[in-house]
């Protein structure tokens, strides 16, 4: 099997920054792409960022120029450094990849999520 686990949630005043990382282990050959989405309270799931595992990255318009995807291919890991923090981003950080596995098997895992709360 394959588990996510994020790290690096907490609370942060507004304009302050935070870490996030998603460890992947388990079962992999490979991992392709990696990407983080969150879930603020009373809302949807939306994408915040992606990383080829030739690390193209794309963002969305919501963390541009504030947010920073970056992987570490040797530790299966993806970070998400975050910056200017706003109230408004705070949700539940959850972390996705796209992993090979023995035999060719492959599929997207979630991890658990980790909890990210901007205010005074």
């Known amino acids: 099997q394959v588990q996510l686990v994020e790290s690096g949630g907490g609370l942060v005043q507004p304009g302050g920054s935070l870490r996030l990382s998603c460890a992947a282990s388990?079962?992999?050959?490979?991992?392709?792409?990696m990407g983080w989405y969150r879930q603020p309270p009373g809302k949807q799931r939306e994408l915040v960022a992606t990383?080829?595992?030739?690390?193209?990255?794309t963002y969305a318009d919501s963390g541009k120029g504030r947010f920073s995807i970056s992987r570490d291919n040797t530790k299966n890991t993806a970070y998400l450094q975050m910056n200017s923090l706003k109230p408004e981003d705070t949700a539940l950080y959850y972390c996705?990849?796209?992993?090979?596995?023995?035999?060719?098997?492959?599929?997207?895992?979630w991890g658990q999520g980790t909890q990210v709360t901007v205010s005074s």
């Open positions: 996705n990849a796209d992993v090979v596995r023995s035999f060719g098997l492959r599929n997207y895992y």
């Open positions: 990383i080829t595992r030739d690390g193209t990255t």
């Open positions: 388990g079962n992999i050959v490979s991992v392709n792409n």
